[in-house]
């Protein structure tokens, strides 16, 4: 019997639960209420308790499970994983798991028969595969009546504790959406609910199967208390740990539920209940929301913009991309240029790719599109469809071919799209074409300011609008700004109307300038001062965060209004978040590159060529297209001419975080082929004297 207070699994006829001592109480399956486990009759209903009822759940066998995990992958992810599981293997890593368990199985066994309540999971299993596919997490395990899934492995992933909250909103919502339309087939089914636990720390990762199944070595606890907050959740809840909490902060709104003594763990735990997703969709949201850091540098850029602003109001319209890797302050300085615009006659759009939107078609383009109608979150289908027909009345464009497009893009129930009998291409066309006319009528009245966010996560189709509105903006009172990062390979380079700002890093004056206001205080201990320098080289975001960390682990003490250390401390770690940005940057890179990389950072932040080839023992030429990669991703870069050439690693934090993720044993074994490596170089050296 499961115990209601730690999820320990009791042996029958135990009273208490050998785990953690809870009092475990026997339920009557007719009436319900609470009977000893001895007597032959419910005392209150009279139901014969001697006739044993069916076996809850039957396990199923383990190529059952497989098949049924394969069965709903995506296209792709298979092979994806499976190419790079050799790198995988034995990193440790950050990740998020989330356990899913299902409430009320035994009553719909009981009353339905195995057989029907079989095929009823069936369908439940088949919702919680595609949620957590959604947010582009694995399911590594079937239980009895549930999942375990994990977010940022086998493939590190970028906001994996978001993802995973926003999996199981979403697979409570479409769990009570299931519920109701089985209820109206038969009445007396219960609600089915589900209740989930997360909880994000480091793992090592063990092999990876086959089958995507990851086994991990050495967890730590990071498995086991997310299943405990399983445990602790109430049906048709979440429940999440603190780490989760803190890197998700802002994004959602929670309910603290206080400390809760967890099985295994010394100290108490502090738990919390996830509401619902807040306003705020990104980290930037979140830190306007709490209150940014004032504004410094930037000066030039931000005149870049207004005078772009200033040519596409005059009817020469305009693009401009920022482009930065993240942290850099791409939105910030988007914020800024509308602050600086605020007073100004224009309609200024904003449109947003999300880590997790890349799979949604038209994703930033719909964000626009809702913004120029006025449409907020919350509005019901009748007065989307009334916001949309005043604003296409304004701008003086036919209802008739713009309106079912637009309702459909909102997912506004009897659009009218099905009564147009059209291929999906003309479809395509005609919500390309209706989108342009929005932008270019619109500009009639007034500038338009468009501003599309960080592209390299957008869908292929919005890519495509983008592209196609681009084409005819030279005469429009239109801006269209673009961010991304610079992996993203965008299309429109060429055009004569699109300039380009990159961000570079921040001076050190200018991020000393931002340490200054983070701490309050002018003066500052010269050692804290070349701490911070060194750990956070220039990228704001690891400014906040490296000092919102030495913060929260009190290692800044303020004496006499001068900041100094607390304590002289060797090794600092690094924050999770920026720990998360680089690595995330890390892995994305190709095949054998990454090794590469691990290889040259167990050597020092600078490494020869010569002798990154003895200990890789790779091919002359696949060894020089790796390192090309990675001088092309600007991770490391090149000094001297070849082969008498030498790698350094463009930031020494990257170089502590790949050094960092790489285990212990496998950090021995490349130092050991180092050690030789440099030995038989000097051996030769000596032979050939
Ligand atoms: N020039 C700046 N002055 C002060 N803070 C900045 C500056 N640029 C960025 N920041 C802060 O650094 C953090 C990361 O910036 P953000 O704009 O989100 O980066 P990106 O969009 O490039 O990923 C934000 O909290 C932002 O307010
Ligand atoms: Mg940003």
């Not at 098949?67 to 994806?80: A, H, N, W």
């Not at 997490?137 to 999942?147: L, Q, R």
């Not at 921040?506 to 003066?523: A, C, G, I, K, Q």
Request: aromatic letters at 8%; charged letters at 30%.
């Amino acid at each position: 019997m499961k115990c209601p207070q730690c999820a320990f699994d009791n042996k029958p006829g135990k009273k208490f639960c050998i785990e953690c001592g809870t009092k475990l109480t026997l339920k009557c399956p007719e009436c319900g209420s609470e009977i000893e486990g001895t007597e032959k009759f419910c005392g209150e209903c009279g139901h014969d308790l001697t006739t044993p009822s069916e076996p809850i759940v039957k396990e199923l066998s383990f190529d059952e499970k497989l098949d049924k995990i394969q069965r709903y992958l995506p296209k792709g992810l298979t092979e994806k994983i499976l190419s790079q599981r050799d790198r995988i293997e034995g990193e440790r890593k950050q990740v998020t798991v989330m356990f899913c368990d299902m409430e009320g199985f035994t009553p719909l066994s009981e009353l339905l028969g195995i057989e029907e309540a079989y095929s009823i999971m069936d369908q439940v299993y088949e919702i919680l595969i595609h949620k957590v596919h959604d947010y582009d997490g694995t399911v590594n395990e079937m239980t009895g009546d549930g999942i375990m899934a994990l977010f940022g492995a086998p493939i590190a992933l970028e906001d994996a504790p978001q993802r995973a909250i926003r999996s199981s909103l979403a697979i409570h919502r479409e769990m009570t959406k299931f519920s109701d339309k089985l209820k109206q087939e038969r009445k007396d089914i219960l609600p089915i609910k589900m209740r989930i636990g997360i909880h994000t720390g480091p793992v090592v990762v063990g092999t990876v199967g086959n089958d995507l199944r990851v086994e991990f070595k050495a967890v730590g606890d990071t498995v086991n208390l997310a299943s405990r907050m399983e445990g602790l959740a109430d049906p048709e809840t979440t429940y999440i740990a603190e780490d989760t909490f803190k890197l998700t902060e802002g994004l959602f709104r929670f309910e603290a539920l206080g400390e809760k003594d967890v099985k295994g763990k010394k100290d108490p735990i502090k738990v919390y209940r996830v509401i619902a997703p807040s306003t705020s969709r990104t980290r930037f949201d979140v830190s306007a929301e709490r209150g940014l850091t004032p504004f410094v540098g930037r000066v030039r850029e931000l005149e870049f913009l207004l005078d772009g602003f200033e040519r596409a109001k005059g009817g020469r319209g305009q693009a401009i991309s920022i482009v930065s890797e993240a942290g850099i302050g791409k939105s910030r300085l988007l914020y800024e240029f509308r602050k600086a615009v605020a007073s100004a006659d224009v309609m200024f759009l904003e449109g947003r790719c999300l880590s997790y939107s890349s799979g949604v078609a038209y994703h930033p383009v719909i964000d626009i599109l809702k913004a120029n109608f006025d449409i907020r979150q919350g509005d019901g289908d009748s007065e989307i469809r009334e916001k949309v027909k005043r604003g296409l009345k304004i701008i003086g464009l036919d209802e008739a071919s713009s309106l079912p497009y637009l309702l459909e893009l909102f997912s506004v129930k009897d659009s009218g799209i099905d009564k147009i009998p059209m291929s999906p291409e003309a479809k395509k066309d005609r919500n390309m074409e209706v989108f342009k006319l929005i932008t270019l009528k619109g500009s009639e009245i007034r500038p338009v300011i468009a501003a599309y966010e960080d592209l390299h996560w957008s869908d292929k189709s919005s890519e495509e609008v983008l592209k196609y509105v681009l084409e005819d903006i030279p005469g429009a009172r239109v801006l269209m700004i673009f961010t991304y990062r610079p992996e993203f390979v965008h299309t429109w380079g060429g055009k004569s109307y699109h300039n380009q700002i990159n961000l570079n890093r921040l001076s050190n004056r200018e991020s000393l300038s931002m340490v200054t206001d983070l701490l309050n205080t002018e003066s500052i201990d010269i050692d804290l001062e070349e701490l911070i320098l060194e750990k956070t080289e220039g990228v704001p975001f690891f400014v906040e965060e490296f000092i919102r960390s030495l913060n929260d682990l009190k290692l800044i003490e303020k004496k006499n209004n001068k900041c100094r250390l607390a304590k002289d401390i060797q090794d600092v770690t690094i924050p999770s978040t920026i720990h998360d940005v680089i690595m995330a940057r890390v892995d994305s890179l190709p095949e054998g590159a990454k090794e590469v990389l691990q290889t040259g950072s167990t050597i020092e932040r600078e490494f020869t060529y010569d002798l990154i080839k003895r200990v890789k023992e790779l091919p002359e030429q696949e060894l020089l297209s790796h390192l090309s990669v990675l001088k092309d991703s600007e991770l490391l870069y090149e000094r001297g001419i070849y082969p008498e050439t030498a790698y350094i690693f463009k930031h020494a934090l990257t170089r502590d975080v790949v050094y960092e993720s790489i285990l212990t044993r496998k950090k021995k074994n490349i130092h050991v082929k180092i050690g030789n490596a440099i030995e038989g170089r000097v051996e030769n050296w000596r032979g050939a004297k």
